[in-house]
């Protein structure tokens, strides 16, 4: 565990950016610009990027004084913020905020002040609430499968966490990054939306950094878990990009029959959910996109500095679905994802390479193995 002891002055500043796209989003800027306003963190900048929206977004945001990238057409969450990147250097930290949001007037003082106080810390996420029930938790960090698949942790529980703690990885809706640890852009832009800020907290971690949940910053979101053909063609995707760019070579090798069940798994429920048509173009859309992630592959491990059984320590082996509870097939595959996970595990402590050792969080180390 982190220690929660960290409130230490600070002899500097940090110049911190906010970075938020937004798309039709009209509903939600009023209320998330007026706790912006009321934001006590003096050196930080709010910056939008509009993709294109078709409803009165652009011009409410004008009304509160802020500027905004306005693009001709919707480049997406992962480019627009890479967008904002490009054009506003300079910042220390890059916070990422939805526009579904409203965050707490502390919020940016005390995330700020727990990265200053551990270098080590790549990414911190807000503690991420309800916004229809302030009391309930929306996510409390990131649950990153080792089979790519990722899912919010906590959702809808009272149970507040007090503990600054490792997480799987970050949610998107709302991280704080260090801007010294990427050497590139904050996310790959072919992802589009889903799964990206799984990606970026994975290769955090592989430039060995930390990614950790600070739970006196807070956030309220309006989440709404949601499925959709679309959606799941993107997370497929976005899975299978993850995986053959990040995990290193013994790992494929070691995980290539699991990837296969896994496959099977997908392929069955795309079947029963009637998304199948969209699961096959995943396929096609990969081989297009094979020569570029190759060369983004190439670049990824040759700058890790971490091996995979420290992340791999920090992932989970289990697959839950927010808000639901568990079928007997989920549970199947649970228990041989979990016999699975056990055996990549012990195996990747012998075979895989050696490199300077991320710092696991035991305590969510042992509760991945609950």
């Not at 009272?158 to 998107?172: F, L, N, R, V």
């Not at 949940?213 to 990009?241: D, Q």
Request: charged share 20%.
């Amino acid at each position: 565990m982190i220690s929660s002891v960290w409130y230490i002055p600070l002899l500097r500043v940090p110049k911190v950016a906010i970075f938020i796209v937004t798309f039709n989003n009209e509903s939600d800027l009023p209320r998330l610009l007026s706790s912006l306003n009321n934001l006590n963190y003096k050196d930080c900048e709010v910056l939008f990027c509009d993709n294109a929206s078709t409803d009165k977004s652009v011009s409410i945001i004008e009304s509160f004084g802020y500027k905004v990238i306005k693009n001709r057409e919707n480049l997406w969450f992962a480019e627009a913020n890479n967008q904002l990147q490009k054009n506003n250097p300079g910042y220390d930290y890059i916070f990422l905020l939805n526009p579904d949001t409203e965050i707490d007037r502390d919020c940016i003082d005390n995330i700020i002040e727990l990265m200053e106080s551990d270098t080590e810390i790549g990414i911190s996420q807000p503690l991420i609430l309800r916004l229809s029930d302030k009391n309930k938790i929306n996510t409390k960090g990131n649950k990153l499968h080792f089979g790519g698949f990722g899912y919010v942790s906590g959702d809808g529980s009272s149970e507040i966490p007090s503990s600054i703690t490792e997480i799987g990885y970050a949610s998107g809706a709302a991280l704080c990054l260090r801007a010294s640890a990427m050497n590139s852009e904050i996310f790959r832009g072919h992802f589009k939306a889903y799964h990206e800020d799984l990606d970026l907290s994975w290769r955090v971690k592989l430039a060995g950094y930390k990614v950790v949940l600070c739970p006196s910053a807070k956030v309220f979101h309006k989440y709404n878990f949601t499925k959709g053909s679309y959606k799941w063609f993107l997370m497929e995707l976005n899975r299978y990009k993850v995986l053959l760019t990040n995990y290193s070579v013994c790992s494929l090798f070691l995980l290539s029959p699991y990837l296969v069940f896994v496959e099977l798994v997908v392929i069955l429920q795309s079947l029963k959910e009637g998304w199948i048509i969209q699961k096959l173009k995943t396929y096609f859309k990969l081989l297009c996109e094979l020569p570029n992630l190759w060369v983004e592959r190439t670049k990824i491990q040759s700058d890790r500095v971490v091996g995979d059984h420290a992340i791999v320590l920090s992932m989970t082996d289990r697959i839950i679905f927010p808000g639901e509870e568990p079928s007997a097939p989920l549970k199947l595959f649970n228990l041989i994802s979990k016999a699975y996970y056990c055996l990549f595990v012990r195996a990747l402590s012998f075979l895989s390479p050696k490199f300077e050792l991320q710092k696991i969080s035991k305590e969510m180390e042992a509760s991945d193995k609950v």
